[in-house]
């Protein structure tokens, strides 16, 4: 009932039509969605049509309490999606995420959808203190989106930069996510605090996650350290003997 804006397709191997953008309506159509209502001022949105365009695979608003926009799309080949936007909402979902709180007036947002567009596989906030917007996103074979858009932020996040520096007005940025944007390194920060490395508090926080109902880690891959698909007591034991037992060197993220 209000406007919309289309931003960004694309297609996958079957023909089916993925769209993202930017909705102001409550009654925006939707179907199996990961975000069913209307969540601010203006909310992304990211729907799938089928090959010929004639029905609604998935469709789903995806926001905040604030204002999102929905830039690039990717497919991988088994049919999740990748979107890059913009989101000016402190309670943007995130899942697994490289950056978990809002950083500024405007951050950049990269997310994945299952291939139903009904869950989160990651989203994650990408920006520093002022605005930081995501342009344009794709993907390689591995699964590690490669995100373009444009940042006022002096404090962007970089790694291994070919620019370190931030250089006044809007700079460009490119930046590399691997297929968990939460893992960064090696394995095993499992109380997600990027500041301390792996010590002792990790395998405290595991222990408390285990067996006293604990925090759970942010991120999976961080605290499955023995990279069993789960977390349990190898984890812990895979810890200590890393730290105080002379133990093999802890497994890179994937």
């Not at 997310?111 to 342009?135: P, R, V, W």
């Not at 349990?232 to 890393?242: F, G, P, Q």
Request: glycine content about 16%; hydrophobic content about 35%.
């Amino acid at each position: 009932s209000s406007q919309e804006i289309a931003f960004g397709i694309a297609l996958d191997a079957g023909g089916g039509v993925y769209v993202t953008g930017a909705t102001w309506s409550g009654n925006f159509p939707t179907q199996n969605p990961f975000q069913a209502s209307f969540g601010g001022s203006n909310d992304a949105f990211v729907t799938k049509l089928s090959s010929d365009g004639s029905g609604l695979i998935y469709s789903t608003y995806l926001g905040g309490s604030s204002v999102e926009y929905g830039y690039g799309i990717a497919v991988d080949e088994g049919g999740d999606a990748y979107i890059a936007g913009h989101t000016q909402s402190d309670n943007f979902p995130t899942l697994d995420p490289f950056q978990a709180s809002f950083g500024g007036y405007y951050d950049a947002f990269v997310i994945k959808f299952n291939s139903a567009g009904s869950g989160l596989i990651y989203s994650t906030y990408l920006g520093g203190a002022t605005s930081d917007e995501g342009k344009g996103i794709a993907i390689d074979a591995g699964g590690d989106a490669y995100v373009t858009g444009m940042t006022n932020s002096p404090d962007f996040p970089v790694s291994n930069p070919s620019q370190a520096s931030f250089s006044g007005g809007y700079d460009a940025f490119v930046t590399k996510l691997n297929s968990y944007p939460c893992c960064v390194g090696n394995r095993g920060n499992a109380d997600g605090d990027s500041f301390d490395g792996v010590n002792v508090v990790d395998i405290t926080f595991l222990v408390k996650y285990l067996f006293q109902g604990g925090a759970v880690p942010p991120c999976k891959e961080e605290a499955d350290v023995a990279v069993n698909n789960s977390i349990n007591i190898v984890d812990v034991t895979t810890l200590v003997k890393y730290l105080f037992g002379g133990g093999s060197a802890l497994p890179v993220c994937p």
